[in-house]
Structure formats: structure tokens, C-alpha cells
């Protein structure tokens, strides 16, 4: 349905929220293992090289950005800009609520929702609606 490249992208953003703090709890990212599993990868068909869901390239690439502590600002630009060239993929408002929704899971995921966390959500909330 979707392909390798908006997995990725939404992966960035995903790694943004939690990395708002300047840090990614290790609640974060079982928080975002437990969502893509459970509601991400039931979207998809495709299976990656390795025999992977497709849908999973969102947790490879936030744990890749998570390891090169990447900057949110980074990462949000990335997404930022996927959206801007492909952005009849962010017109579905399913779509929207999914990734809106994953994104306040994982800002919540250990002491609610921060003020950076706050910011970088509006900013990914202005980008796909």
C-alpha cells in the first residue's frame, strides 16, 4: 500500500517526537515497536529483502537515528520535505490520525506530553493536514 520511502519518512518523524528532549527512553521506543507491530504492520502486504513487513522500516530507521543521536530539527526536515513532494500521500485522514496518533502514544509513552514534544507535534500535525 505504502512504500519503503513513507515508512521512512514517518519513521523520522516518529524519532522527532521522541527525541524532542534530546533524548529517546527506552519506553519510547518499546512504545513504537508495540505500535507498528500491532497497527502499522497489519496495513501492509509487502515484506522487505529480508522477509520484514514493509511497515517496519519505521522502527530500523528510528532506531538507526536513535544511534547516531541524530537532531529532531534533522529529523522533522526530512519529513518535511517527503511530505512536500509527495503530499496526496498525507491526504487521507486515516492516514493522519494514524501517525498523529503514534506520535502523542510515544510522547506520552514516559511522563506525558513535554513542551518540545508539545511544538514538534504541532509542527507534524501542520505538515499533513
Known sequence: MYTRKFY???GHAFYAVAHADKKVSKEEFQTLIKIVRDEWAPLENETDEFGEDIAFQIVAVFDWLSENDV???EAIHH????VEEHPKLFHNEKIQKKILSTCEKIAGATHGINKKENKILKEIKSLIK
Open 71 to 73: 537532531k529532531d530539527k
Open 79 to 82: 519529513f518535511k520535505n517527503y
Open 8 to 10: 521512512e519518512a514517518i
